[in-house]
Nanobody, 123 residues
């Protein structure tokens, strides 16, 4: 059974940084695609970033250049470095694991999800 546990959320001022981490058990992070999604109040869950089995990355246009996805094969974790945060980045952030080798921007492209971690950016 694959389990994902996020950590690292919190409250930060606009322009600040946070680093999210996703601890994965039940499979290795380098074997398939891994992703991050978020859901802001009143909105649907949306794609943030993904990393493929081969290490290729993909980002939503709204976060490109500010957020960076990475993985640590030794620790079997996936990280999301969040810099230059904006109030509109406020959301619950979810880690996701998919069955494919390539990245996906679709919720249906992932079959395992964490419980989420809250990120709040104040203005």
């Amino acid at each position: 059974q694959v389990q994902l546990v996020e950590s690292g959320g919190g409250v930060v001022r606009a322009g600040g940084s946070l680093r999210l981490s996703c601890a994965v058990s039940g499979r290795t992070v380098s074997s398939r695609t891994m992703g991050w999604f978020r859901r802001a109040p009143g909105n649907e869950r949306e794609f943030v970033a993904a990393i493929s089995r081969d290490g290729l990355t993909d980002y939503a246009a709204s976060v490109k250049g500010r957020l960076t996805i990475s993985r640590d094969n030794a620790k079997n974790t996936v990280g999301l470095q969040m810099d230059y945060l904006k109030p509109e980045d406020t959301a619950v952030y979810y880690c996701a694991a998919g069955p494919t080798y390539a990245t996906s921007r679709s919720i249906s492209g992932y079959n395992y999800w964490g419980q989420g971690t809250q990120v709040t950016v104040s203005s």
